[in-house]
C-alpha cells in the first residue's frame, strides 16, 4: 500500500484543520493508518491510528478530545480532524500503515507517506 498525507497550513491557535491520507494499492480491512508527528529537532510521535475496519482507534493522551480519526472506504483515506489545536501541535504530520492492525510503536508501521506541515500559531 502507498499513502499520501495532504492537508496541513498555517492555523492559529484553537483553530481547526483536517489532514487526508490517501491509500493507494493493496488495503486489507485488518490494516490500520496511523498519523505520527515530528516537531523540529524532535523525535517522531505517535498521534492516533485506525483500522480500515473501524474495529479498532487509538489516540495519544496528547491529542484526546481534541483530534479525530475517521476513514472513508469508498475513497481509501483516512482524515485526521484536529481541533483546539496548540502551538505545540505543530510539526510535520505522517501517515503510515500497520499491517498488523495494532501497536503504536513506529517500528509497527510501514509504508510512510510525506509528511504535511502543520503550524500553529499563538
Known amino acids: 500500500v502507498q499513502l499520501q498525507a495532504s492537508g496541513g497550513g498555517t492555523v492559529q491557535a484553537g483553530g481547526s484543520l483536517r489532514l487526508s491520507c490517501s491509500a493507494s494499492?493493496?488495503?486489507?480491512?485488518?490494516?490500520?493508518v496511523g498519523w505520527f508527528r515530528q516537531a523540529p529537532g524532535m523525535g517522531r510521535e505517535f498521534v492516533a491510528s485506525?483500522?480500515?475496519?473501524?474495529?479498532?482507534?487509538v489516540y495519544a493522551d496528547s491529542v484526546k478530545g481534541r483530534f479525530a480519526i475517521s476513514r472513508d472506504n469508498a475513497k481509501n483515506t483516512m482524515y485526521l480532524q484536529m481541533n483546539e489545536l496548540k502551538p505545540e501541535d505543530t510539526a510535520v504530520y505522517y501517515c503510515?500503515?500497520?499491517?498488523?492492525?495494532?501497536?503504536?510503536?513506529?517500528?509497527?508501521?510501514?509504508?510512510w507517506g510525506q509528511g504535511t506541515q502543520v503550524t500553529v500559531s499563538s
Open positions: 485506525r483500522t480500515w475496519s473501524g474495529s479498532s482507534t
Open positions: 494499492g493493496r488495503i486489507f480491512r485488518g490494516y490500520a
Open positions: 503510515a500503515s500497520n499491517p498488523a492492525g495494532r501497536g503504536v510503536s513506529e517500528n509497527d508501521f510501514d509504508s
